[in-house]
């Protein structure tokens, strides 16, 4: 079993859960799904990474791609097959792997992709193809222009470097945020992967993520099953203490 399977299964917010392809697909409420994919990290084992299907009366919004391409087709099918959703759009919330490595997939559906300027700039310095459309950020972090009505009715907030440069946060309906890889579960021992990361400026990330959504009980995350904002609380201490 991976190691991070039980994050995934053992939530009290996750409503139903079905296996398909090489992901699995965690319902959230009548709108809102949790796409779970798997990589094999050498040394590590196999490392889960979650993001979302926001669905619209007529189509759906992708938060995020799998790791792979595989993965990430496997996604497309079930939104259109099973959801009767076809994604048409999507958001990426920074260029790892774990978030744009479907990326391929995507364009060669004919999915409309978004991401921040600082990813579509990183992206193809790790050989990901770019997002084809930048989101525009204003003074508050908030996205503005026409991204905010292509991903509507999801709302984008850039909380400034923490995992990386460019990781932004969504919040897909009321009352739930995802904080993508910038926020750990409230049992995580670490910040994770900082390669890319700010670590002076993480916990103010964190503490404006918290405040752009303060009436978000329930928080996402890329490595951790739902939990509530204890997560971000947890991650604003880890940050403290990495920067000390």
């Not at 759906?60 to 939104?79: N, S």
């Not at 759009?89 to 559906?109: C, N, P, S, W, Y």
């Not at 990781?167 to 945020?177: K, S, W």
């Not at 002076?200 to 928080?219: D, H, L, M, Q, V």
Request: with cysteine; proline share 7%.
């Amino acid at each position: 079993m991976p190691k991070d399977e039980y994050r995934v299964t053992e939530s009290q917010k996750i409503e139903q859960r079905v296996e398909f392809g090489e992901v699995v697909l965690s319902r959230l409420s009548p709108t809102l799904w949790m796409h779970t994919s798997y990589l094999d990290l050498p040394g590590t084992g196999p490392i889960a990474s979650n993001g979302l299907i926001v669905l619209r009366e007529d189509d759906a919004v992708l938060v995020d791609t799998a790791w792979t391409e595989p993965q990430t087709e496997d996604i497309l099918r079930y939104a259109a097959a099973a959801l009767d959703r076809p994604v048409r759009a999507a958001v990426i919330t920074h260029f790892h792997q774990d978030k744009m490595g479907g990326i391929g997939a995507l364009h060669r559906a004919g999915v409309e992709t978004w991401a921040h300027a600082l990813t579509n700039e990183l992206a193809p310095t790790v050989d990901f193809e770019p997002a084809r459309k930048t989101i525009d950020f204003g003074a508050d972090g908030f996205a503005t222009g026409p991204a905010t009505a292509a991903l509507g009715p999801i709302k984008l907030f850039y909380p400034g470097p923490g995992h990386t440069s460019d990781n932004i946060t969504v919040q897909p309906e009321p009352g739930v945020a995802f904080g993508g890889c910038l926020i750990k579960g409230a049992g995580a021992r670490s910040l994770g992967n900082l390669a890319d990361a700010d670590v002076a400026n993480y916990a103010a990330a964190a503490r404006r993520f918290g405040a752009a959504f303060p009436a978000a009980s329930t928080i996402l995350m890329s490595h951790s099953a739902p939990e509530g904002r204890e997560a971000i609380r947890h991650t604003i201490r880890m940050a403290e203490d990495a920067r000390r």
